[in-house]
């Protein structure tokens, strides 16, 4: 609590409720269109009205079933119209959003389930045989319900209390005044992707969300405008899909969810139809969408813009999407934690002279902060270090949008003197742009030294026959760690442990140098798209380097 002012504005005391982005949108935009690519297979389009309409009349079904406030309600659901009607429909009434990555482990899903308390869950028919598996072992879910028609209800399905969305909508009418209450009432839950240990509940509030959606819609962040097509390619079951689903309706831009077709021939076709402006995506699967063009010989004829994060962007897939398509790449960071935006890339006034090697240098950066977040970077003892784009550290982070501790307190207090440990090592320039080294966990410790493996995999991947590389640290007698560099190569492409090694000379300091290459024919990716070193490392851990 803030001491107040003897002298206290007089505006209107309107609570930032996530309903109000919906109803705004509604009421100002309301023909701007929502299209989906459906689990069904069709193409679904209708507009933010109907949006509207639909997630009141799921609220009134939310209470008709029982649900209050502050009660969670799952989905396990792909990007589309009935996951938006659900991002409003539940969070809008006072309950709170519980969104799944089905990519979990039927363990996982089932403890974070369990964890949340989950009322009901809302998910697409693609997954009926996941939640087949898991819901004898929700101890708190009252019934499921199936996200589609009638006729795709199971004639005869183990799960107890299966409902049907569309009868349950069908039963309500679409009078529902959204309630007022307090701004900082919980609106979401996401689970931390848990790479050791179980997942971590993040809860955010409808107060840090719309503030969130504000921030992230400005010029220098995702720039998002009623003149936009948005396309969330990010799942919305991932930290809400970096917040598009609240930035892109009070923009009032049209939205295009492509549902469970990820692949780059489906994404472009979805983007060419509809005229997709802007997109947003993590690189694993920007890799396919840019390979799938490329054989093609095929260029975008709307897309101009995309912002690329979730993890670091090589420098080669954006100076491809920059020089070879005439798209914009604007570099993201953040973490679940956050909302997820912290910092987008971009260039100053003072940069545009600059010549275009340098330019890149800049915008592959993870950016500047963005109003709202505060960040410092800090020495093993907390002593703050200088931004000079030389000196590393521990990012901290604070800011309205910024998790204070994780649900039921799980790993209790997480804040540093207020600041939150993002668990990311970085360097900040004298302009205030960051740029990640590694993820603390990755760093190479060599010799007391640390090596970082993001710049190692950048130059690999900057080979013309590299498609994908990942560096980790493994044993060393003298050193403790040493890097090793695992690559996938090119379709039809080759290159030589000893040719790849050489592309590395001058580049980095001679110390940098990985020890060892090692070819394989993919890596290990997790559910939110990152690549798994934890596996890679136990995958490697025995690896004699030749220089041990
Ligand atoms: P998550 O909470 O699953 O979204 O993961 C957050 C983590 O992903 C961050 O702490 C970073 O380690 C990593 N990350 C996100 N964006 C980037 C980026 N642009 N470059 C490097 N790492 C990133």
């Known amino acids: 609590m803030y001491p107040q002012s003897p002298l206290m504005g007089q505006m209107m005391n309107q609570p930032l409720l996530i309903s109000g982005i919906l109803e705004f949108a509604a009421r100002h935009y309301a023909n701007s269109e929502i299209v989906s690519q459906r689990v069904e297979g069709d193409l679904h389009r209708y507009t933010f009205r109907d949006c509207h309409r639909r997630a009141r009349q799921l609220a009134n079904a939310l209470e008709a079933l029982g649900v209050r406030m502050g009660d969670r ?62 819901a004898a072992h929700c101890k708190t879910i009252k ?30 009418t679409d009078e529902y005044a959204w309630p007022r209450f307090d701004e900082n009432s919980a609106s979401t839950l996401c689970y931390t992707s848990g790479t050791t240990g179980n997942p971590k509940g993040v809860l955010y509030s409808h107060r840090s969300t719309v503030l969130h959606a504000y921030a992230s ?39 295009v969810f492509p549902g469970p077709a990820l692949d780059g021939k489906s994404v472009y076709e979805l983007m060419e139809a509809e005229k997709v402006t802007f997109s947003a995506g993590v690189p694993t699967v920007w890799l396919g969408l840019i390979n799938y063009a490329l054989q093609n010989n095929l260029k975008f004829s709307t897309f101009r813009r995309t912002v690329i994060g979730g993890s670091a962007c090589p420098p080669a ?6 020089d070879e398509f005439g798209v914009e790449v604007i570099h993201g960071w953040g973490m679940t ?133 990942a560096c980790i640290g493994v044993f060393h007698p003298k050193w403790d ?9 090119r379709p039809g492409q080759d ?41 890679l490392r136990e995958q490697y851990k025995e690896h004699r380097l030749p220089t041990a």
């Open 73 to 134: 309600v799952g989905t396990l659901a792909w990007n589309g119209y009935r996951h938006l009607e659900a991002y409003y429909g539940v969070s809008g009434s006072g309950a709170v959003l519980h969104t799944i990555n089905p990519r979990l482990h039927p363990e996982q899903l089932a403890y974070v389930c369990n964890h949340a308390e989950n009322q009901y869950l809302l998910f697409d028919f693609c997954f009926l045989p996941i939640v087949e598996a898991i």
């Open 143 to 172: 019934g499921y319900i199936l996200l589609g028609d009638a006729d795709r209800m199971p004639a005869d399905s183990k799960i107890p209390n299966l409902l049907c969305y569309e009868d349950l909508l069908a039963a309500q």
């Open 217 to 255: 819609a400005l010029p220098n962040v995702l720039n998002v405008s009623s003149r936009d097509t948005v396309m969330p390619v990010v799942p919305m079951f991932h930290v809400n899909a970096w917040g598009l689903p609240y930035s892109v309706p009070l923009s009032g831009a049209k939205m």
């Open 317 to 322: 897939m954006m100076n491809t999407l920059i």
């Open 337 to 469: 934690e956050m909302s997820p935006l912290g910092t987008t890339g971009g260039l100053l006034t003072k940069h545009m002279e600059l010549p275009k090697a340098e330019q890149r240098k800049i915008l592959q950066k993870q950016g500047h902060a963005i109003y709202g977040v505060d960040m410092k970077i800090v020495d093993d003892d907390g002593t703050e270090l200088p931004w000079d784009g030389v000196a590393y550290g521990n990012l901290l982070v604070q800011g309205p949008w910024i998790a204070a501790r994780y649900f039921k307190d799980e790993g209790g207090d997480v804040l540093q003197d207020g600041w939150f440990p993002t668990g990311d090592v970085a360097t900040i320039d004298p302009d205030g742009f960051m740029q990640i080294t590694d993820r603390s966990k990755d760093v190479i410790k060599s010799g007391g030294e640390w090596i970082g493996t993001i710049d190692l995999e950048n130059i690999a991947m900057s080979h013309p026959a590299v498609m994908q590389a």
């Open 481 to 489: 760690e040493r890097p090793l560099l695992v690559v996938v190569r």
């Open 495 to 535: 290159v030589s442990r000893e040719a790849l090694l050489a592309h590395f000379d001058g580049k980095v300091a001679k110390w940098w140098l990985p020890d060892d290459v090692v070819f394989a024919d993919a890596l290990p990716v997790g559910g939110t798209g990152k690549i798994q070193k934890n596996k």
